[in-house]
């Protein structure tokens, strides 16, 4: 008879508000959803969460049971401390929570500003949150995208950073719950595009495991804040407020107090709450489209045909239970109508449904509905016993709250559940409000069951050990099994046995990522997190879903918000990793954000490399600009993206006897480091680093003879660059000379400037020079006209000639002039710095003096070559003197090969001079 000993020892009044219509919790008003089958996997529909809580959490702690004030005073319902009745305020951010900044002292200061950086801000007034369209728009073109699911989160990604950026740190778990929201939004979204395709197309099955993994990411984050609320609260509490109950105090109060000192518990409840809000979300309500066949009287198909058989004199046919009380078919072991039985297992079934999602008192009003509101009794009897009357010292009596004979309903629940001649639901239902996890694991098939089971049946368990031990026990007869009374619980064990189960849908669920998250976030184990990311990251790197990128960075830096302490090597890596995740996908926007979360070296390596690919001018510009806003480090940015572009695929410096086989074509490589220099003339700050970068680009170049890329380089440079760089010097009051390095950059600017302009003014000279007018010729006999106009072309020829020549001298002068800036070049010679004081840079010194020998030879033969032309071979043997002079110590430069190739080009001129009646030198012959 043991549940009508739990219909009277539960003291249920059924005009209480738990079992009254109008105490129809709002939730179940609100929302509508289709029901669930009858087969054991059914699914529900989702509800949208966009209220800080929504759900109604587990069974033991209540919403008046707070870690933000542990005074008795806020326990105004002894009733909701143990049970499935109201809301967990763990679960409920309230302004006494994280309101007050400065009682975060004991935190880390960096993460808990109350106000933006102005990096923060800059970077949030640049962003604008994209909206979302109506849904035949939405589904018109998400369905056209090879994997829509992916297609249509995207702009998660924006939203997420955005949310950030929106949030101060003083406001962490907004930015959770914010998060959570963003998720729910995004899930509706995949929803809605689903309505629209012909279901069983491969792309939507990639649509539905995108909608599985933000459903896994919003409880996760849920669960995050929810935990790490009250571990932070915990923290700042005083340990005078966690007082041991007094001797005389009623259940309730005990319970009251170990919630409040014992963490363990605490959490542990947070955790059942977290899990039994998951399957509310599932669940929506569905009691209010089930139909049954009885309505108002409970087994009224068996009690129809029991009367139409004291009535009739036909024959009594198949056995049936002949008592309707609710013990009659066990008791006399005969069944019901199977009409009744078969509605019977299907409301079990609902009736745990919805006590596994936390939802008791909707539980006892289908029970109620349904005519069996002896079950609904049989659901009440968890309440805790208190009696405000006593040392109440007031004379008007308060209403006694609870159920003082609890314990005795507690052994009945857990004989039921014992007892295999219940149906299986039934059994669990008992074991769920009795704690025992025997009876109840068989009914969970998922992680998420199990898990809820260990910690319903922890909770249990630990409040009992509590109530016992506060003196609170029950007689021998009440007595419940000696394992379950001395149980020691922990965390770690409870995963341990999770993962020694026998149930394969299970341990398979026991190894996605997120539950494997979930675990470590229950545990409080930050560094077996990061060993699991790290582990991740190593393995399957590439496998590793861009959502769940967003998640794991996102989580890092709401642990460093908080002040955590991580393993900073990992969570580099992550942040590593997620970069290129964005980089890849071009969320250009996003990267300089999530850069700035880098250490500085690392940050600075990583923003350059993603420069390299931005080839836009516009879009150099905008990365330039987030990467200010981002507060990085734009100048070493830059820099160091010029120097990896420089530095790559580089060839040695050789001599122009080596190279004058290659082609001098600029190539593609060429034409990116050409490019590169871009980066660096889009502040004006820069302009020294931007000359020191083109010389050494330019070096490379001229080493390979290609001077028109040279030129390209050389253009790239703002004319007024040596003028600003002069210009920001004295801005900064310097009243002494540039910086070494400085000036030196600027004067091989210069040189190189010279060496230039004298090969655009021989190329000059030397398209000129071979494009002479051509002297018309005569033909033997010819007419008088054709003489005529003979000499006509004759006086033509020396009127372009005359022009020709005169421009030809022009241009020798020139080329003459700037060949020789470069040979004369002042203080020290071409490609010799002035000042040595400069820090040492061995490879630049060992490529100007390399660019000494390759490029000074040459010019000297040029210059013979067009003194040559323009006859004037005196000067051509004058520049014998030249190279020989100790000043200037050109022929330090010359190989031997070179200089014998010189001595034969003067002596042809020498010969010229002979022939002009000259001596060798060019000086006339004395008589």
């Known amino acids: ?130 909206g979302y369209g109506e849904d035949v728009t939405i589904g018109a073109v998400m369905v056209q995208e090879d994997d829509p699911g992916e297609a249509a989160t995207m702009s998660m990604f924006r939203e997420f950073l955005h949310a950030f950026l929106n949030h101060p740190s003083s406001e962490v778990f907004d930015l959770v719950k914010k998060y959570e929201d963003t998720c729910s939004e995004q899930m509706g979204l995949l929803k809605r595009i689903v309505k629209h395709v012909t279901p069983g197309q491969q792309k939507f099955s990639k649509t539905a495991s995108i909608l599985w993994l933000l459903r896994q990411e919003m409880v996760t984050w849920r669960l995050i804040a929810s935990l790490y609320r009250d571990r932070i609260q915990s923290s700042l509490e005083e340990e005078s407020m966690f007082d041991i109950a007094a001797p005389n105090a009623s259940e309730k109060m005990v319970v009251e107090k170990l919630f409040q000192r014992d963490s363990l518990v605490r959490q542990t409840q947070l955790v059942v709450d977290w899990l039994e809000s998951i399957a509310k ?20 198909n068996t009690l129809s045909t029991l009367k139409q058989r004291s009535s009739s004199s036909i024959g009594i046919g198949r056995p049936l239970v002949y008592e309707l009380d609710p013990d009659a078919p066990i008791r006399q072991k005969l069944p019901l109508d199977d009409l009744d039985r078969e509605d019977d297992v299907r ?81 669990a239902i008992y074991a769920t409000l009795s704690g025992n996890l025997k009876q109840l694991l068989p009914v969970c098939d998922t992680w998420e069951d199990t898990i809820w089971a260990y910690f319903r049946a922890m909770v249990d368990s630990l409040v009992d050990q509590e109530i016992r031990a506060s003196g609170m026990a029950p007689s021998e007869t009440d007595e419940l099994p000696r394992e379950y009374r001395e149980a020691s619980w922990t965390l770690e064990g409870v995963f341990e046995e999770l993962q020694a189960t026998d149930k394969k849908r299970v341990l398979e669920e026991n190894k996605e990522h997120y539950h494997r998250i979930q675990k470590y976030i229950i545990l409080a184990d930050l560094d077996g997190l990061m060993d699991e990311f790290s582990e991740w990251l190593s393995k399957e790197k590439a496998l590793l879903v861009g959502h769940l990128l967003r998640f794991m960075t996102h989580l890092i830096l709401f642990f460093r918000t908080l002040g955590l302490q991580t393993k900073e090597d990992v969570c580099e890596e992550v942040l590593v990793t997620y970069i290129q995740r964005l980089i ?242 002042v203080d020290g010679g071409w490609m010799v710095d002035v000042r040595e004081d400069a820090e040492n840079d061995p490879e630049r010194a060992h490529q100007m003096a390399s660019l000494r020998r390759l490029c000074l030879p040459g010019l000297c033969f040029i210059l013979h070559t067009v003194m040559h032309k323009a006859e004037q071979y005196k000067e051509c043997l004058q520049l014998a003197d030249l190279v020989a002079s100790h000043r200037h110590k050109l022929y330090e430069v010359f190989t031997k090969t070179e200089v014998r190739s010189l001595l034969q080009k003067l002596r042809e001129s020498s010969l010229k001079l002979l022939d002009l009646q000259l001596d060798p030198f060019g000086y006339e012959v004395q008589s």
């Open 1 to 130: 008879m043991d549940s009508t000993l739990l219909s009277r020892r539960s003291h249920v009044d059924f005009s209480s508000p738990v079992l009254r219509d109008a105490e129809i919790s709002r939730t179940a008003r609100r929302h509508k959803s289709t029901g669930i089958t009858s087969d054991d996997n059914w699914t529900g529909a989702s509800t949208s969460r966009t209220q800080t809580v929504t759900w109604t959490p587990g069974s033991l702690l209540r919403q008046n049971l707070t870690p933000q004030s542990f005074s008795a005073s806020r326990l105004q319902d002894v009733s909701a401390i143990l049970g499935t009745g109201g809301i967990s305020s763990h679960l409920v951010q309230t302004p006494g929570r994280l309101g007050n900044v400065s009682m975060m002292s004991s935190l880390d200061e960096s993460g808990w500003t109350g106000t933006y950086s102005p990096q923060r801000t800059t970077m949030l007034n640049s962003m604008n949150s994209p």
């Open 281 to 300: 979300d599932d669940v929506g309500d569905f009691s209010e489209k089930i139909e049954f066949y009885a309505k108002s009287v409970y087994w009224e």
């Open 347 to 427: 409301l079990l079934k609902y009736l745990f449904t919805l006590i596994r999602a936390g939802m008791t008192e909707e539980a006892q009003r289908l029970c109620k509905r349904c005519g069996q509101a002896w079950r609904a009794a049989t659901l009440e009897g968890w309440k805790l016993y208190s009696d405000p009357n006593i040392n109440n010292g007031e004379s008007q009596l308060q209403p006694v709250e609870g159920n003082p004979y609890r314990c005795v309903w507690k052994a009945c629940c857990w004989r039921m559940a014992e007892d295999d001649q219940f149906n299986r639901y039934e059994r």
């Open 584 to 825: 890849n996908e071009k969320h250009i926007e996003l990267i300089a954000f999530y850069v700035s979360h880098l250490r500085h070296d690392l940050a600075i390596s990583q923003y350059a490399a993603f420069l390299e690919n931005v080839t836009e001018p516009d879009q150099r510009h905008q990365c330039l600009e987030l990467a200010k806003e981002a507060g990085l480090d734009v100048a070493s940015i830059t820099k160091t993206v010029v120097e990896n572009v420089r530095k790559r695929d580089t060839g040695e410096f050789s001599h122009h006897d080596r190279v004058a086989a290659l082609a001098p074509n600029t190539t593609e490589e060429d034409l990116k480091k050409i490019d590169v220099i871009d980066w660096l003339v889009f502040d004006p700050a820069q302009r020294s680093e931007a000359l020191k970068q083109s010389n050494a680009i330019m070096r490379l170049f001229l080493a390979s003879q290609k001077r028109d890329a040279a030129k390209e380089v050389f253009a790239k440079i703002p004319p007024d660059s040596i003028a600003e760089i002069y210009n920001q010097w004295e801005e900064q009051a310097m009243d002494s000379a540039l910086p070494a390095e400085d000036e030196n950059a600027i004067r091989e600017h210069l040189c190189i400037r010279a060496y230039l302009e004298a090969y655009d003014a021989f190329n000059l000279w030397f398209n000129h020079v071979n494009v002479p007018p051509q002297k018309p010729a005569l033909a033997g006999q010819v007419s008088f006209t054709e003489k005529v106009a003979h000499e006509h072309k004759e006086k033509k020829y020396e009127m372009d000639y005359g022009i020709w020549k005169s421009h030809l001298d022009t241009l020798t002068t020139d080329v003459k002039e700037k060949i020789y800036n470069v040979l004369l070049f």
